[in-house]
């Protein structure tokens, strides 16, 4: 099958931990633009973290971004669909937090706030190369709907927590774990599978004719959903038992291998 659209997950699929885009990576996702496919990127990261990638990548479209929940033009900036989560479970989730001791980190209107500056928020701010802001309480700040809020633990307190939180928050929030140290929360109804159906809406692009590749738990939905997805070599074990391929590692350039085999032409494989 053709597929006309390939939704990238960013950290651990388009980049690894050095953050760069490889030549041989953007050679290949330019090669299939060239070849009529529409490519986008769908990751957790704010909006304003991921603009960057596409323009290295000279991509004009639509980005996925906040795990599906907003939806904007890379290069108008328009907004196709954003999904904030309603103030009063907002604050639940602060009170939460502080009752459990675990660190927040709070958006809204595409800007990163925490109660104060400490090693979580400038290992979140390398990572996501953005700038935080210390606002003192969050629940005293919050006066307008976010868009998103993570916890950033070690891994083993985050798994010690898992189910406490999903008991305390689920169905009025949707949880789910982009790396071993973050996990995210969002409404309900947001999905990175629900970013491409209106990217898809809009582009006349159904998701049996999309391909999606990703590495973490927060792309199982999307890897289920569209017509082909492509797990990465690194992705865990459950979250590869849920795509329909998985290709090598991000060390060993997966993104490539699995565009070379299912996009791009005989004519760029031959060299």
């Known amino acids: 099958m053709k597929y006309k659209l390939v ?14 885009i490889r030549d041989n990576t953007r050679r290949a996702l330019h090669q299939c633009v060239r070849q009529g496919v529409t490519v986008t990127l769908a990751t957790g990261r704010m909006f304003q973290s991921t603009r960057p990638y596409a323009q290295k990548l000279g991509l004009d479209v639509p980005l996925i971004t906040y795990n599906g929940a907003l939806v904007k033009d890379s ?16 604050r639940e989730v602060i009170r939460l937090c502080k009752e459990m001791d675990l660190m927040l980190h709070t958006y809204v209107d595409d800007e990163y706030y ?24 969050l629940e005293d700040f919050l006066t307008r709907e976010p868009t998103k809020f993570i916890i950033s633990e070690v891994p083993e307190k985050l798994d010690k927590y898992w189910d406490v939180l999903r ?30 159906k209106v990217l898809g809406d809009r582009l006349g692009i159904g998701l049996a004719e999309m391909m999606a590749v990703g590495d973490s738990y927060n792309d199982v939905e999307m890897l ?14 459950d979250v590869q038992a849920q795509a329909d391929w998985v290709t090598a590692g991000i060390e060993d350039e997966g993104l490539v291998v699995a565009l070379e085999k299912y996009i791009l032409n005989e004519a760029y494989r031959n060299g």
């Open 167 to 196: 008991e305390r928050l689920t169905p009025q929030l949707y949880l789910t774990r982009s790396r071993p140290i973050f996990l995210e929360i969002l409404h309900p109804a947001v999905s990175k599978v629900e970013g491409l």
């Open 114 to 137: 925490v109660e104060e500056f400490n090693d979580w928020s400038r290992k979140y701010e390398e990572i996501a190369g953005v700038t935080a802001h210390a606002v003192g309480d």
């Open 224 to 237: 289920r959903a569209v017509g082909l997805g492509v797990a990465m070599g690194n992705a865990p074990p």
């Open 7 to 20: 939704a990238v997950d960013i950290d651990g699929t388009l980049v690894g931990e050095d953050l760069v």
């Open 75 to 90: 290069g108008t900036g328009e907004i196709y669909h954003h999904r904030t989560v309603p103030l009063a479970l907002a």
